[in-house]
């Protein structure tokens, strides 16, 4: 839809085609409805690609975060609500994704861009005056083409990775798509009785060299884990097992280092149980010691073998985790056209130039907290745009 629109406001006659019945479907999804469309600052290190981070930057902040809110506002008609603490914009007035979906559809209207829903494209032919081929009824003249069909993530709203398949058939090479912000399955079942509970962690991923942590809020589920700082981690669990072998998955409860712990657990009254209890869920101390086999160990005369036991169950947890959600349940997906593959001033395809790809098809997507929306905002701009003066 902004493809749509900022090449008619261009002087592109437009016409947007959808597989549903009315686009803009996966926007009822975002922010279990609420539709968390921003996020209040952007950084492009934040965003994952196989390509060079040089393009992904250059694309990212062709059109700066700022801009992009006033376009949301004004002439869109979006009021934006930010929300300090997560870092997260939403509209205003409790709108939510049908809100925003109806803005939009509004917006298209006045600018005069036509839109055919229950239409499903097969094919593109470039070499063809009928370049847009259709399951039924005659092919779509057209000069220029965007491709802006999402990846694989959430099918139900008619991605289903076809944009990769036409990618593909153009020539181009593709980083095989992987899901991404997705949860973790696994786990013990005293994990799973803590399921609600919630706490800030720092996760760490992989050895070595290849070790990689970021800290953020982690949920205990009925299946696994989940919580912003596992669906931001996911994708590297995912392709790190891609071979078969288990990815290492450690984390420090609290995002505590040792030495905090340490002091809370020297020698001194009480148990050991009362010291975690400062900070550390009650919970999740019981089942932390319960593996240890020391729930009713007293700080006076915890053994240093024992004491050091702790400390690595706080600082250093191997979390069981068995895999990671798939495509159904991943709220992005990774891989896609390389970024080298399209022009990053049209996105432009560099093997056809009469074709476009923007958002989630490309190879590169953002953390949680609106990334992704800006994402398919700043480069369906740029290839409506494109495409309007090609």
């Avoid at 914009?89 to 409790?94: D, L």
């Avoid at 559809?105 to 070499?127: H, M, S, T, W, Y």
């Avoid at 509970?197 to 970021?214: A, H, Q």
């Avoid at 706080?314 to 068995?322: F, I, S």
């Amino acid at each position: 839809m902004a493809a749509a629109y900022f090449a008619a406001k261009s002087g592109a006659d437009v016409l947007l085609l959808d597989s549903r019945p009315v686009p803009g479907e996966k926007i009822l999804l975002s922010g279990g409805g609420r539709c968390n469309i921003l996020p209040l600052s952007a950084d492009p290190d934040a965003y994952v690609t196989d390509s060079s981070r040089h393009s992904l930057r250059k694309m990212l902040l062709s059109w700066p975060l700022e801009d992009v809110r006033s376009f949301l506002e004004r002439p869109i008609g979006i009021r934006l609500l930010d929300q300090k603490r997560t870092g997260k914009v939403f509209p205003a007035g409790g709108i939510g994704g049908a809100g925003v979906r109806d803005a939009f559809r509004e917006a298209l209207r006045r600018v005069g861009v036509k839109v055919r829903g229950n239409c499903r494209v097969v094919d593109i032919q470039p070499d063809e005056r009928r370049r847009v081929i259709v399951e039924s009824g005659p092919g779509v003249v057209a000069a220029h083409v965007v491709v802006a069909t999402g990846g694989l993530s959430y099918p139900q709203t008619g991605s289903a990775g076809f944009g990769f398949e036409i990618a593909e058939r153009l020539g181009h090479s593709l980083v095989a798509p992987y899901p991404a912000l997705t949860p973790f399955y696994g786990g013990t079942p005293a994990h799973h009785g803590l399921a609600g509970l919630s706490l800030r962690v720092r996760l760490s991923i992989g050895e070595g060299k290849d070790r990689t942590s970021s800290a953020g809020d982690f949920l205990f589920t009925h299946h696994g884990y989940s919580g912003p700082v596992v669906l931001n981690a996911a994708h590297a669990v995912g392709r790190g097992g891609a071979g078969g072998d288990r990815v290492s998955v450690r984390v420090s409860w609290l995002d505590r280092d040792e030495g905090e712990w340490r002091g809370i657990l020297a020698p001194g009254a009480g148990t050991v149980r009362s010291a975690l209890g400062e900070g550390l869920p009650g919970r999740l101390g019981d089942v932390l010691l319960g593996e240890l086999g020391l729930e009713d160990a007293a700080r006076s005369t915890l053994r240093r073998s024992d004491r050091d036991q702790v400390l690595g169950a706080l600082t250093n947890y191997a979390l069981p985790v068995e895999r990671v959600g798939g495509f159904a349940e991943a709220e992005v997906t990774g891989g896609g056209v390389p970024l080298a593959e399209v022009s990053p001033q049209t996105l432009a395809s560099r093997l056809v130039s009469s074709v476009h790809f923007c958002g989630e098809v490309l190879d590169a997507f953002g953390p949680i907290g609106g990334h992704n929306f800006l994402w398919a905002f700043v480069t369906g701009r740029l290839a409506g745009i494109g495409a309007a003066s090609g």
